[in-house]
């Protein structure tokens, strides 16, 4: 049993592996042994089925299955012990001849590999990027605040609604005649938020009215959404389609939105206890916030300028025609169509993982463990921010970031996020960068 690569050219290969029957004899013996000892076959006891009948009847799919995993193997002995850098994995040649299981004494199996390009990678201060930096002017800061303010702010009782009014409210279902319906839809004490009313007309019906006010309103103009009506009406959303529209709604208190005050209980509400003492000090974790999440921003734009300039620099050939053939067998759904229009960018990806890896391996760059738990911990703190949740315990962080990391996808996903940010980082040291100051508007446009 022999392996032997055949080089087509820089990028592409083929690898012959020969086997002999004799090489699989032992094991193909000792399989039909087994399926004896197991075999149900009609008019014989388990266990009694002639050697020869077990032959007849399976030989050939256990000469195949046992040269499967003897080829398998032999490959992947083959790839480590010389240190092939194969894009994709082997792929069963097109030339590959009609294999005989019952009379061939001698197999021949032909893969096809693509093999990763040879290059070098010189960074050096001749290549340049651009840092975009934000300004954090007055206004920005005070969005930012005014945001805070919405966030934590409440609703308290008032004696007039307005547009922006909260309504704790009786409906009670009515026919056209205006009169109540007496086996009709029922609720007491729900809330309506006048700005999610849907229809205009309705919506002017409820501004500018008090406590113990008395509205008729069509309830599927109001919410189109049949899952808005079902959880205010608490009905099953399938009850929702055959059901009387007609309302009459009962006001029984109206209450008002009001922001937050800048006080203390606010600023614990935003960072945590105390870690915010007045408004100075809070304008001033306003000013960090913003310019910390720009930084984020920025970093990401440079990573994409990083990418694109290294990726069109070098210039990576890759054996496309063999990878297009492994994303079509990696990928049975894949039309022709999807191939065409998703394979140019499949090809830049691969080539930017390629020089990343290059990098990381040439300076032994690494994650560890603790910092993987402190990047999981901050893509956690990042969750819960969006759900006005801005102080979380460390212990309940910990415990959280140990339930992610044993999840194999998100372990593996966080993990190339973190390489490739410390690679990023190396580039950024070895190169050039030139500021340039940009407003969040100019910086937008980048994107586009």
């Not at 006891?45 to 000469?63: A, D, F, Q, T, W």
């Not at 079902?230 to 208190?253: H, N, P, T, Y």
């Not at 911990?377 to 819960?384: E, I, P, W």
Request: net charge negative; charged share 35%; proline share 2%.
């Amino acid at each position: 049993m022999e392996v032997v690569k055949n080089q087509i050219d820089e990028l592409n290969a083929n690898l012959i592996v020969s086997v002999a029957k004799e090489d699989i004899a032992e094991n193909v013996e000792k399989t039909i042994k087994d399926y004896k000892r197991k075999a149900n076959v009609a008019g014989f006891r388990l266990g009694h089925v002639p050697i020869g009948l077990i032959k007849k009847m399976y030989g050939n799919e256990i000469i195949a299955e046992e040269l499967n995993k003897v080829v398998s193997q032999s490959l992947s002995e083959f790839l480590v012990k010389e240190e092939l850098n194969i894009l994709g994995e082997p792929l069963p040649s097109e030339k590959q001849q009609q294999v005989d299981f019952g009379t061939q004494e001698q197999f021949e199996f032909i893969f096809d590999i693509g093999l990763s390009p040879e290059f070098e990678i010189k960074l050096t201060k001749h290549d340049k990027i651009n840092k975009y930096v934000i300004k954090v002017d007055d206004d920005m800061i005070n969005k930012y605040v005014e945001s805070y303010q919405q966030r934590f702010g409440s609703f308290k009782e008032t004696e007039k609604s307005d547009e922006n009014s909260m309504l704790k409210v009786n409906l009670v279902q009515i026919d056209e005649n205006a009169e109540e319906i007496e086996d009709g839809v029922k609720v007491e004490d729900v809330s309506i938020s006048i700005k999610m009313i849907k229809d205009e007309e309705i919506k002017k019906q409820f501004v500018g009215i008090t406590k113990d006010t008395y509205i008729d309103f069509d309830l599927k103009k109001a919410y189109p959404n049949d899952a808005e009506i079902s959880s205010l009406l608490k009905i099953e959303k399938d009850q929702v389609e055959g059901l009387l529209s007609l309302f009459r709604a009962q006001v029984l208190v109206v209450k008002e939105f009001s922001k937050a005050e800048l006080n203390q209980d606010f600023y614990n509400q935003c960072f945590g206890d105390n870690a915010v003492n007045n408004e100075e000090e809070f304008k001033e974790r306003i000013v960090e916030d913003i310019r910390a999440s720009f930084q984020r921003e920025t970093k990401y734009k440079m990573t994409i300028d990083i990418r694109e300039k290294f990726t069109k620099k070098l210039d990576l050939k890759l054996p496309e025609e063999f990878l297009k053939r492994w994303v079509i067998a990696t990928n049975k759904d894949i039309t022709d169509e999807q191939l065409e229009s998703e394979f140019p960018r499949f090809i830049e990806d691969l080539q930017w993982t390629l020089i990343k890896s290059k990098i990381a391996k040439e300076n032994d760059l690494k994650v560890d463990e603790e910092e993987m738990k402190n990047a999981a911990k901050q893509q956690l703190l990042a969750q819960f921010s969006q759900y006005g949740m801005s102080y979380v315990p460390d212990e309940y962080l910990d415990k959280y970031a140990v339930e992610m990391l044993s999840k194999r996808e998100e372990a593996n996903k966080l993990y190339e996020q973190e390489i490739e940010e410390k690679i990023v980082d190396f580039v950024v040291e070895a190169i050039k960068i030139e500021e340039k100051e940009v407003t969040i508007d100019g910086f937008n446009e980048l994107f586009k």
